[in-house]
C-alpha cells in the first residue's frame, strides 16, 4: 500500500502564490507517475498536472506557465508550485500515484483564492 499526504494548502489573494507538498510512503518503489488533480464544489475532478518516474511532465492547458510540477524521488514527495493564482484555481487539491494495478489518493488540500 501507499499512503499520501498533501499540505501547503491556504487561503491566498489572487496573484499570490502557494507550494503544495505530497509525501509518499509505504510500497514507494511501486509508484510510477504521479498527480496533482483538483476539484471545485459542484465540478468534476480534473487533472492539473502530471509527473512520471523520469520527470517528463505535462500541465493543463488552464495551469500552464503560471503552476510547476515536480518531483523528488530520493524523498519521496511531489511539489505544485502555483504562481499568479486566480479565484478559480479554487479547488481541494488531490495528490495522485499511480503503480501498475492501482491508483493512490491523498485526503486533499484545501486551495482558496480570493478577488
Known amino acids: 500500500q501507499v499512503q499520501l499526504v498533501e499540505s501547503g494548502g491556504g487561503l491566498v489573494q489572487a496573484g499570490g502564490s502557494l507550494r503544495l507538498s505530497c509525501i509518499a510512503s509505504?510500497?514507494?518503489?511501486?509508484?510510477?507517475?504521479m498527480a496533482w488533480y483538483r476539484q471545485a464544489p459542484g465540478k468534476q475532478r480534473e487533472l492539473v498536472a502530471a509527473i512520471n518516474n523520469g520527470g517528463l511532465t505535462e500541465h493543463a492547458p488552464s495551469v500552464k506557465g503560471r503552476f510547476t510540477i515536480a518531483r523528488d524521488n530520493a524523498k519521496n514527495t511531489m511539489y505544485l508550485q502555483m504562481n499568479n493564482l486566480k479565484p478559480e484555481d479554487t479547488a481541494v487539491y488531490y495528490c495522485?500515484?499511480?503503480?501498475?494495478?492501482?491508483?493512490?489518493w491523498g485526503q486533499g488540500t484545501q486551495v482558496t483564492v480570493s478577488s
Open positions: 495522485n500515484a499511480k503503480s501498475y494495478v492501482n491508483d493512490y
Open positions: 509505504g510500497s514507494v518503489s511501486w509508484i510510477n507517475d
